[in-house]
């Protein structure tokens, strides 16, 4: 009797599958072995918003060079790009602080300037809450007078902007306030409190301000 081992290969093939042996050069497969577990690739870390926002170095304050400052000797450079405003006495730096400039580009402009007035309890004319007339609270914040309408039974109070040094007749200067670790005021110098009154103690008006990358 004649075997067509062609026609029996391929049932043998599949016989040896299910029994988990060779046969006729088939794969070697234990069906009734437990998958491996496959090594998880690892998971890149996704960074938080905060994460990715730049950390800025701390103020420094150099007492030596500090103690030798008059109005008269002073001068001040703001990096936009670094985000850092130096107070200058001759060649020398005093102060190295972290700042808050213009969220967008042009807003804090470039250039040569003089301190034009000193308040140092300065409130913004532009930006600022709508607060009720009869107790004072706040009933829309965050407001602009350039685009929005006081509701009814409101006034407009400007945001503080304490130890306020103008720049500008559009409203530009320096002063007090919030640094998030990126450019995100609406074209004015955010300073720390502590740092902002140390400069406003330190100039006069005329000081050389100068607005660079």
């Not at 290969?9 to 069906?31: K, T």
């Not at 998958?35 to 030596?64: G, N």
């Not at 609406?186 to 103690?201: D, L, S, V």
């Amino acid at each position: 009797m004649i075997v067509d081992h062609a026609h029996i290969r391929p049932a043998l093939r599949r016989f040896a599958l299910l029994m988990g042996v060779c046969v006729l050069g088939a794969a070697c497969v234990d069906v009734n072995a437990q998958p491996s577990p496959q090594t998880p690739k690892p998971r890149r870390e996704q960074k938080s918003a905060t994460k990715l926002i730049a950390k800025q170095d701390p103020p420094k304050v150099i007492p030596r060079v500090l103690e030798k400052a008059t109005p008269e000797n002073v001068s001040i450079y703001i990096s936009l790009g670094k985000q850092r405003a130096y107070l200058k006495v001759g060649d020398e730096v005093g102060i190295d602080t972290p700042v808050s400039t213009g969220k967008r580009a042009g807003m804090t402009p470039k250039g040569n300037f003089t301190i034009l007035e000193k308040d140092d309890d300065h409130r913004s004319s532009v930006y600022g809450d709508f607060v009720s007339r009869k107790t004072g609270s706040v009933v829309r914040s965050g407001v602009s007078t350039k685009i929005d309408s006081a509701p009814s039974g409101t006034i407009y109070r400007g945001a503080p902007m304490n130890w306020f040094m103008r720049l500008n007749w559009q409203g530009v200067g320096m002063h007090t306030g919030h640094l998030p670790g990126y450019p995100a005021s609406h074209g004015c110098i955010r300073m720390p409190e502590e740092i902002a009154k140390m400069i406003y103690q330190r100039v006069k008006l005329g000081t050389p301000v100068t607005v660079g990358d």
